[in-house]
């Protein structure tokens, strides 16, 4: 897996692609190389959260990554005043949203993909995305995703949704 990928969202693709196809051979682990950034090194919390994204996706600075505070999903779970992170990578009209919370059984940032829940159709932190094979695996719809940590307590499912977890 190459340490840094082009800005296209094309190349970033199909790279994730590749290094889905590698871990499922055995070719590969997945796990991003290297030590990861800490946060409290940055020069702001925000961008901690894109620095980190940009090493588990293997990215390099010229990629950009819009990251704002998330309005609807807490940093830690059951925190009231700390709000996730939303992160946005895009290229022309294509677009990838991720959540950034605290997951409470790796004590570790966990990345997750917004999509719609498949119950109520709402953007939901969807499946878990912590290395590029991560996000092939969701680019290619592969059985062995993992679901994200806040995929059934999100805020944004509809009242009557049945994967929510009240």
């Known amino acids: 897996m190459p340490g840094t990928i ?15 196809i590698a871990r499922a051979t055995g070719l590969e682990s997945g796990i991003p190389s290297g030590p990861e ?19 588990r996706l293997g990215l390099d600075d010229s990629i950009r990554l819009s990251v704002y505070e998330d309005a609807n999903h807490p ?3 059951d925190a009231q005043h700390y709000r996730a992170a939303r992160v946005q990578l895009s290229h022309g009209r294509r677009r990838y949203f991720f959540i950034a919370a605290y997951d409470a059984g790796s004590a570790r ?36 995703q993992h679901e ?19």
Request: hydrophobic content about 45%; some cysteine.
């Open 37 to 55: 950034p800490t946060i409290l090194d940055s020069e702001s919390e925000l961008e901690g959260v894109a620095a980190l994204l940009r090493h």
């Open 6 to 20: 082009s800005p296209d969202l094309d190349a970033i693709e199909n790279a994730a692609l590749r290094a889905a």
């Open 109 to 144: 940032l966990a990345f997750s993909v917004i999509a719609p829940c498949y119950a109520c159709l709402s953007p939901v932190p969807s499946v878990t995305i912590n290395s590029l094979a991560d996000f092939g695996d969701l680019l290619m719809d592969a059985r062995d």
């Open 75 to 77: 940093l830690f779970p």
């Open 148 to 166: 994200a940590p806040q995929f059934r307590s999100s805020p944004v499912h509809r009242a009557h949704c049945p994967v929510r977890g009240d």
